[in-house]
């Protein structure tokens, strides 16, 4: 699968904030859920005003139980857990 244009310029302007220093964890609250959530966010500039651009949240727990990776022998699709019978 072929990552979106959206996905690579985001990624893009996380790596361009790393390099320069401008990232921050905040805590957050899961608009839909109210739960906590740790937040990576780029930190920018405003006519003097911080701005903190979302970018994703910390997985709670394992995260690898979070996601299935990409399938190397199927490039449309994914690893599924066996335990899932999917």
Do not use: W
Not at 4 to 14: I, V
Request: with cysteine; glycine share 10%; aromatic share 10%.
């Amino acid at each position: 699968m072929s990552i979106p244009s959206f996905a690579r310029t985001n990624f893009q302007t996380l790596l361009r904030a790393a390099g320069d220093g401008n990232l921050a964890l905040m805590e957050c609250l899961d608009a839909e859920t109210g739960s906590p959530r740790y937040v990576i966010c780029a930190v920018g500039r405003d006519d003097g005003d911080y701005v903190f651009t979302p970018f994703g949240h910390l997985a709670d727990g394992n995260p690898y139980d979070a996601y299935l990776p990409p399938d190397p022998n199927d490039p449309s699709g994914f690893i599924r857990n066996d335990e899932d019978g999917k």
